[in-house]
Each structure stands twice: as structure tokens, then as C-alpha cells.
């Protein structure tokens, strides 16, 4: 199993990114997909997660109106699209995959696969 996150960078306060994360090694559609984020010194905070068949999301408060999660099942890739960025949200951001359950699942450990990082900077 692998997932590869790409995407992160330096970007200004205000501008954005979009985070992508290749699944490869289990059956992409049939779980659901999460992004979470860990800034230095911090525990993995849930960030967003979408549900299999990409119909329902769910977002961190944090994030809420600024973050967009996508998937596409034909490619096993999910997305992030991230606007208006704050020093805040710098963090590294990694994917994580949970075969689908009826519950929204928000704790990182818990996710059954979980991938590497890419790190996002934003810089005031």
C-alpha cells in the first residue's frame, strides 16, 4: 500500500495550493479518504476527510469555507484544494485511507493506511 502526497510548498498569506495524494495497493473505492496536518510540536489535527464514492465531506473547524477535498476513483488520487491561506495552516499535510464505515473517522491513528507528508509553509 502506498499513498504519496504532492503538492505543499511556500506560498503568501492569501494564495493557495492543491494537495494531491496518489493511493496505490488497496481498492481506492472503497474507502474513505482524510487529510490531515502536523505543525511542529503538535499532535496530527484532522483537517478533512471524504467519504468513498466522493458525495459526502467533512471538514476541521479550522479549515471550514477555505478547504475543498476532492477524489477522482478513476485515477485513486484525492485532492485538497486550499485557499486563503494563513501562517497558521503551515503544517505537513499527509493522506490516509479507512475502509468505508458509517461514521466519520477523525482521529490519525486510527486510519488504516496512512501515507507520508508534504509540508506547506505559509509565510505572512
Known amino acids: 500500500v502506498q499513498l504519496q502526497a504532492s503538492g505543499g510548498g511556500l506560498v503568501q498569506s492569501g494564495g493557495s495550493l492543491r494537495l494531491s495524494c496518489a493511493a496505490s495497493g488497496f481498492t481506492f473505492s472503497g474507502y474513505f479518504m482524510g487529510w490531515f496536518r502536523q505543525a511542529p510540536g503538535k499532535d496530527h489535527e484532522f483537517v478533512a476527510a471524504?467519504?468513498?464514492?466522493?458525495?459526502?465531506?467533512r471538514y476541521g473547524d479550522s479549515v471550514e469555507g477555505r478547504f475543498t477535498i476532492s477524489r477522482d476513483n478513476a485515477r485513486n488520487t484525492v485532492y485538497l484544494q486550499m485557499n486563503n491561506l494563513t501562517p497558521e495552516d503551515t503544517a505537513v499535510y499527509y493522506c490516509?485511507?479507512?475502509?468505508?464505515?458509517?461514521?466519520?473517522?477523525?482521529?490519525?491513528?486510527?486510519?488504516?493506511?496512512r501515507g507520508q507528508g508534504t509540508q506547506v509553509t505559509v509565510s505572512s
Open positions: 471524504i467519504s468513498a464514492s466522493g458525495a459526502s465531506t
Open positions: 490516509a485511507a479507512e475502509r468505508a464505515v458509517s461514521y466519520w473517522e477523525l482521529e490519525w491513528r486510527r486510519y488504516d493506511y
